[in-house]
């Protein structure tokens, strides 16, 4: 058992996983954006 | 004369010992699962024959008399280069239809959410003794992602190649094994039995082949040192997207993918040799490897299960442990275990956008930790 690494791991468990959200975060609204203005400049088939 | 024939014939079986028989030993279980039990076939045999190959007498396929032999060329050329999980991801890439997740964009976390298991395992795997550089290829395992899974270890535990892609992909394959007894563990039968909406709305070719580019400036921006790890990805989706290069998506699709794999396979097994793959450390890295497995698809759960406390339209939350990287593989598993409770419910597609977002998370987690390590290492 060793705990010398252990403030770097919980970092990088802290830091890590608040990257990854706030990326799939950032994915989320851009799809969403996207989504919605390519569909308002998209003519739709008469 | 008699001596030195017989000296030069006996040289090869003075070199075999008890650790090159366990060495064959293990090359031929690997290849046993793959061929009886279908458990990733076409990188467990490879690799079971390479790890077979460089225990052979002298090592002459590794290095001998200062030679380097193939697999050692290979190994040099394709892995530590970060060629070969490089190709994979295009060929990756191209076989991926975002559609399913561009439908329902809310299915984006579960790709973040069902990585915790990466970071917790480097936690364990430190305590457990591992330096640093060590527990992150050892946490990154969990990510069910073995392209990426091989660049990590190329670039920070090279000695470790062997155990750490071997435990990845049994583990990989052992998708359907692992995951039902963690789903239901953690849910009850009503939480199964939650139906969920069909979506299937059009969505509009300029957002899907825009995608593989946005994302690709995204994380580069977010994630520099991911750059090479997400940008052959999307530009493998590209290619399938963007509706001019069929045949390049198809080649990307089979012929770049099945070639790659064979060498990626081989070479790995290369890596398998006695004196790094006997030791203690292997069997830590199996249990760790686990470990990150069972917490990444626990983890998604329990993510959907808090996600339900604030939902009017509750998800069923079985739909989390998708978030992993292990495509189509994981979706497949979960849609059976909603119709073993319900003949009738159909979630496959959520299932598939989750794990298609587990497919992104996967890279960007593992350009995470190729980006972080390094800092910790200097910062603290």
């Known amino acids: ?46 | 004369m008699l001596d030195v024939i017989l000296e030069f014939f006996s040289n090869g079986l003075l070199a075999l010992g008890w650790q090159q028989f366990m060495m064959f030993a293990i090359g031929g279980v690997l290849i046993w699962l793959a061929i009886a039990k279908d458990y990733e076939p076409m990188l467990l045999l490879p690799i079971g024959f390479g790890a077979i190959l460089v225990n052979l007498p002298l090592e002459v396929v590794w290095q001998h008399d200062g030679i380097d032999g193939a697999l050692k060329i290979l190994f040099d050329a394709g892995i530590m280069t970060e060629i070969f999980p490089l190709l994979i991801f295009v060929a990756v890439g191209a076989m991926i239809d975002f559609r399913p997740l561009f439908q329902r964009p809310w299915m984006m976390f579960f790709g973040a959410a069902a990585h915790f298991g990466i970071f917790f395992t480097i936690i364990l795997a430190g305590i457990l003794g591992f330096d640093l550089k060590e527990a992150a290829c050892i946490g990154i395992i969990g990510a069910a992602d073995g392209p990426t899974t091989i660049y990590i270890t190329s670039r920070f535990a090279q000695h470790l190649m062997g155990p750490i892609t071997v435990v990845a992909y049994s583990y990989m394959s052992l998708v359907p094994i692992i995951q039902p007894p963690v789903v239901l563990a953690l849910t009850t039968k009503k939480e199964r039995l939650i139906r969920m909406e069909a979506i299937d709305h059009d969505i509009p070719s300029i957002v899907v082949i825009s995608f593989p580019i946005l994302v690709t400036i995204l994380a580069s921006l977010l994630v520099p040192i991911a750059a090479p790890l997400i940008g052959f990805l999307m530009f493998g989706n590209l290619i399938r997207e963007c509706g001019v290069l069929e045949k390049l998506s198809r080649t990307a699709q089979n012929e770049l993918s099945n070639l790659v794999t064979l060498l990626l396979g081989i070479t790995v097994g290369a890596s398998m040799r006695a004196e790094y793959f006997l030791q203690f450390s292997t069997l830590y890295i199996m249990f760790l490897g686990m470990v990150a497995f069972v917490v990444n698809s626990a983890f998604g759960v329990f993510f959907a299960k808090i996600l339900n406390l604030f939902m009017r339209k509750k998800m069923n939350p079985m739909i989390g442990a998708c978030g992993i990287s292990a495509f189509p593989m994981s979706s497949r598993v979960i849609q059976k275990m909603a119709l073993k409770d319900d003949p009738s419910n159909i979630i496959l597609m959520h299932a598939v956008s989750a794990n298609v977002s587990g497919q992104i998370g996967s890279v960007v987690a593992g350009g995470l930790v190729l980006a972080l390590v390094p800092v910790l290492l200097q910062a603290l």
Do not use: C, E
Not at chain 1, 5 to 34: E, Y
């Open chain 1, 1 to 46: 058992m060793s705990f010398d690494i252990l403030p770097q791991t919980v970092t990088l468990l802290g830091v890590g996983m608040l990257v990854l959200f706030i990326f799939m975060g950032l994915l989320f609204v851009l799809i969403h954006l996207f989504v919605f203005v390519a569909r308002k400049f998209t003519k739709k088939p008469a």
